[in-house]
């Protein structure tokens, strides 16, 4: 006898997100021919509103089937060519990670490493700057690892006043449509992100966009791009055509991923909630969920206020109280949030506050994660006091 299937558990990790109804509906359509006249339509849309989500006039979008990490493996092959110099902002794994794609490409990297918890100081980018030419700088805009959120708009302008040939590229992954992020205004040369967080999509597409700036230097490199799938001598044509209505083809998109993608961005982008009001939210329910860690005794990972992420929210546990103590009383009231990361991924936990759990209060998605967090922890509490009570 088969077993009934199990209800559905609030996902409130940091990505993969919950999903509205209408992301839903549009996923689990029949599909599209990739060069149907509909479908290369829905594509035009896509690259036009991802445009308007990050604030850009005129960057490239590249919209390819793939992990948020295929974005770094875009820019270590298409933007930096082998024995070249790139400065890597280092708060947390994620920034490990980025730097060992680019020396798999044959990047040089030298890393600027922050203390767990914190930012990379100004005063230490200024200085690595002005010790050799670097051709591109990295930013972790969130490190989902630590949720420490890097000031992007004041990194950005240090290296334009520094180094203004330096590429400016940042890894958004978990800040795209949940922090704030002005790409012209700013002067970001890349920004890379994934469809499963603030973007409010199923995982599954890599989402990159490249300033005009970055696109000359892809066009003027000397040495011919090291990776087939991810260069954008294939993309860019594809992404050229799409953007002019036209059908093009390298490799077959996720049709019905895109069109997920689609109905996500029609609400992102629509009248109500602006942009201006999504980031209101999210920074409104950051504090709810942050309040709330502090009242339990829970310290964040992210040592200043003023830099923790608004989309998670990492949390230290209590003394001898570890996340495989929480984890599944959670989960048993109906909320999935994750565990740590790296070499103390048992002492924390992250829970994850972005899309339509954040904008659409009727779902009532933060009172559930809030009132399952309070009475998991004080089980956990409770459950380790008879262990030790009970011992000998």
């Not at 930012?119 to 002005?130: D, G, Y």
């Not at 409104?284 to 929210?313: C, F, W, Y």
Request: glycine share 8%; hydrophobic share 40%; aromatic share 6%.
């Amino acid at each position: 006898m088969s077993k009934p299937a199990q209800s559905h558990k609030l996902l409130a990790i940091p990505g993969p997100v919950e999903v509205t109804k209408e992301v839903l509906h549009a996923i689990a359509q029949p599909p599209l021919s990739h060069v149907s006249p509909e479908f290369v339509a829905v594509f035009r849309d896509c690259i036009q509103m991802t445009r308007k989500v990050v604030d850009t006039q005129d960057g490239q979008p590249f919209i390819i089937a793939g992990s948020g990490t295929l974005g770094w493996d875009q820019v270590a092959a298409n933007l930096v060519e082998p024995g070249e110099e790139v400065l890597v902002l280092k708060t947390g794994y994620f920034g490990d990670g980025f730097a060992d794609c680019l020396r798999t490409y044959g990047a040089n990297v030298e890393e600027l490493k922050a203390g767990r918890g914190s930012i990379v100081e100004l005063h230490r980018i200024e200085a690595a700057l002005r010790s050799k030419k670097f051709k591109a700088i990295t930013i972790t805009h969130v490190d989902t690892s630590t949720g420490v959120l890097s000031d992007v708009k004041e990194i950005a302008s240090t290296v334009r006043r520094i180094s203004p040939d330096t590429l400016v590229v940042v890894d958004g992954v978990c800040s795209v449509a949940s922090e704030e992020i002005r790409m012209d205004p700013w002067g970001l040369d890349v920004v890379l992100t994934a469809s499963q967080k603030g973007l409010g999509a199923p995982p599954g597409l890599s989402i990159l966009i490249a300033s005009q700036r970055a696109i000359k230097v892809f066009q003027t490199r000397r040495t011919p791009v090291t990776s087939y799938f991810a260069s954008w001598k294939k993309w860019l044509p594809i992404m050229t055509a799409y953007g002019n209505n036209t059908p093009a083809y390298f490799g077959t998109p996720p049709v019905n991923l895109i069109l997920a993608y689609h109905a996500s961005l029609k609400q992102i982008t629509g009248t109500a909630p602006s942009l201006d009001e999504r980031y209101r939210l999210h920074k409104q329910v950051s504090q709810r969920i942050k309040a709330l860690a502090n009242q339990l005794g829970l310290a964040q990972v992210s040592q200043d206020p003023e830099h923790a992420a608004n989309g998670m929210t990492a949390v230290y546990l209590p003394d001898g109280v570890v996340a495989s103590d929480v984890l599944p009383r959670m989960a048993a009231k109906g909320v999935t949030v994750a565990a740590g990361l790296g070499d103390i991924k048992d002492k924390y936990i992250r829970i994850g506050h972005m899309g339509t759990s954040v904008v659409d209060a009727k779902r009532g998605d933060i009172d559930t994660i809030a009132e399952s967090l309070q009475a998991s922890l004080k089980e956990a509490r409770a459950a380790k006091k008879d262990i030790v009570e009970e011992t000998p």
